[in-house]
């Protein structure tokens, strides 16, 4: 099954399961991690949903049963941030929505093990809703460096569909108390993780080349 353009699994799965796995092979073997890497990027940005396919296939000549949404999910909080998603501009506001970007995502990654308890996970949601909200402020402090007007209004438009996801985000909680569906969580808490990393790229592009 390919999974469609709009599922956040499709641009997670490299980055969040595959990298990782390549950074290790890097230290052994530099050279072929590096091809490796080289090509399963060019691959995955020709043909969005080509690691999902590629690892659900070896999933299922493995005869395994995986939730890949949950261990998605679950393995972000274990993965270091790589350079695509972070800022090497040294100004504070860079610096600081570094920061905020990871901890927005580790928060997110401690769902699937706190679902299910009521009280720890109500917490929970307070911390992502802080998190959200402090994520939308450093993004408007580094907006104010971006020089070009069509710079700043591709950051405005990340930003608002970033809020669009946010509510979503807030919609299937509602749901989820109401119905007990911690799947559909999941896929929303990866659709805020995958918008997340949409700023920091858009950071990156639109203020590293000036």
Known sequence: MTMGEESPI?????????RPILDKLERRDATAAEAL???????????????????????????LSVNITESLLKLQGGIPETEDYKSTRPEDAF????KKAYSLKKILSRIPDEINDRKTFLETIKEIASAIKKLLD???EVSTFIISPSGRQALEQ???EFVKCSKRFSNTLKDFFK????????????????????IMVTVKSKTEQC
């Open 95 to 98: 610096q600081e929505l570094n």
């Open 37 to 63: 890497k080289t090509s399963l990027s060019k691959v995955e940005y020709s043909n969005p949903g080509f690691a999902y396919d590629f690892v659900m296939g070896l999933v299922r000549c493995a005869d």
């Open 158 to 160: 990340r930003k608002k």
């Open 179 to 198: 119905e007990g569906q911690a799947q559909t969580v999941f896929v929303s808490a990866l659709h805020l993780i995958h918008q997340t990393n949409v």
């Open 138 to 140: 450093t993004v408007y």
């Open 10 to 18: 499709n641009h997670l799965v490299y980055p969040v399961l595959l």
